[in-house]
């Protein structure tokens, strides 16, 4: 009898650790990537790269997630800077793509929040979550991201 509590014990221990251990693992952010204008040129035929920065910080944005309020921010800052590199159109385009398909409800890796190993609602992070993106943060190699994605 004393055997199979110790078992029984032994197993509910081992399990609430895997638990505990996966509830971490859900406030640690996942190395930043981008793929720089998602299914979009990088710039125009004049300046292939052109949108490329402003991509590359939209997809920074979107990786972290956040509120509501910061992905609208994040997609106004979008359009100003396409709009800076060619013009108001084009700058709008790009807006309205990613207002209406880049929200945490769509299952694309460009979604906002992408960078967290559950799909996240608009909210805005925990001091857990924060720690995590500021650490990941100091680990991005900015140099090797710009040159995968630059266009010859």
Same mark, same amino acid.
């Given at each position: 009898m004393k055997?199979?509590?110790?078992?029984? +014990?032994?197993?509910?221990?081992? +399990?609430?650790?895997? +638990?505990?251990?996966d509830s971490l693992n859900?406030?640690?952010?996942?190395?930043? +990537?981008?793929?720089?204008?998602?299914?979009?040129?990088?710039?125009?035929?004049?300046?292939p790269n052109g949108f490329l920065e402003c991509c590359v910080n939209h997809d920074l944005a979107y990786w972290q997630g956040g509120t509501l309020e910061q992905k609208q921010t994040a997609d106004l800052a979008l359009q100003a800077c396409i709009t800076e590199n060619s013009n108001e159109k084009i700058g709008k385009?790009?807006?309205?793509?990613?207002?209406?398909?880049?929200?945490?409800q769509f299952n694309t890796s460009f979604r906002w929040g992408y960078g967290w190993p559950k799909r996240r609602t608009y909210e805005a992070l925990n001091h857990t979550e924060r720690k995590s993106v500021e650490q990941e943060l100091q680990n991005i190699r900015w140099h090797e991201i710009y040159t995968s994605l630059k266009s010859e």
């Open positions: 055997l199979t509590a110790l078992v029984i +014990t032994s197993l509910l221990i081992l +399990t609430s650790c895997q +638990t505990f251990q859900l406030e640690k952010i996942q190395p930043f +990537t981008s793929d720089g204008c998602s299914m979009s040129p990088n710039g125009p035929r004049a300046k385009v790009f807006y309205e793509a990613v207002s209406l398909g880049g929200g945490p």
